[in-house]
């Protein structure tokens, strides 16, 4: 079926602080309301971050689509798809998603937060600037270089936590508010647990698991629903 005005989409906010202030906003559609052919053009209209369709419930199967372009992988997506999957269903204590980039395993702690493990081999690369003070994040009106399409700037606030700010162009993003892939790639980079301060006032956590994979985690809130325009 062709999205159309009818066509619902749950709005999530993904890493809000403790409050459920900022976080990433994200669009959730189920897979079979929108066409393989207009999801493109549907998360370019809906113009958040990342918009997903969920194609199977079941089996955690799902696609995910920035304004520009589709994804194998992304973090604040996924982490909003594990905590909308696991408050429909009666087991809560660990969920399996299955984005074309490979098995993410997730689950919720005492906290309350939402934590996804995912393969880094299918992750956006970013490229990681550090600046030297969490000023100079502050300053930013954009990327620093031509070439900083897809951008993750950051700098340490004290040991274990981060100030971060990301730019991706490439992607039809300006400025995304909050990075669950950045975050999975900057915490196996420095091989240790992090929190992450990114944007206007999302909170992140990340940590390295092995090799191959890391987790990130946070707070998810549902703001009101939307019907495509």
């Not at 202030?21 to 971050?49: C, M």
């Not at 040991?159 to 909050?178: M, N, S, T, Y």
Request: proline letters at 7%; glycine letters at 8%; aromatic letters at 6%.
């Amino acid at each position: 079926m062709t999205a159309n005005i009818e066509t619902p989409v749950r709005v999530l906010r993904v890493f809000t602080d403790t409050n459920g202030v900022w976080g990433n906003s994200l669009g959730v559609i189920d897979g079979d309301l929108v066409s393989e052919a207009d999801r493109q053009s549907v998360a370019r209209r809906l113009g958040f971050s990342e918009t997903i369709f969920i194609e199977d419930r079941a089996t955690g199967a799902l696609r995910i689509f920035t304004p520009a372009t589709e994804l194998a992988l992304a973090g604040h997506p996924l982490v909003g798809a594990a905590w909308l999957l696991s408050r429909e269903s009666s087991d809560r204590t660990l969920l399996e998603l299955r984005p074309p980039g490979g098995l993410v395993r997730a689950w919720s702690d005492i906290d309350t937060r939402t934590w996804i493990d995912a393969p880094l081999q299918s992750l956006p690369d970013w490229t990681l600037v550090e600046l030297a003070l969490p000023a100079a994040i502050d300053d930013l009106h954009g990327p620093l270089l031509p070439e900083h399409d897809h951008v993750f700037y950051w700098a340490w606030v004290e040991p274990g936590v981060v100030r971060a700010r990301c730019f991706a162009p490439r992607f039809g993003i300006a400025e995304d508010e909050a990075t669950g892939s950045a975050a999975l790639q900057l915490t196996t980079v420095l091989g240790a647990p992090i929190e992450i301060r990114q944007g206007k006032g999302s909170v992140l956590s990340a940590r390295p698991i092995d090799s191959g994979r890391a987790a990130v985690g946070g707070l998810v809130v549902e703001d009101e629903p939307l019907r495509l325009p």
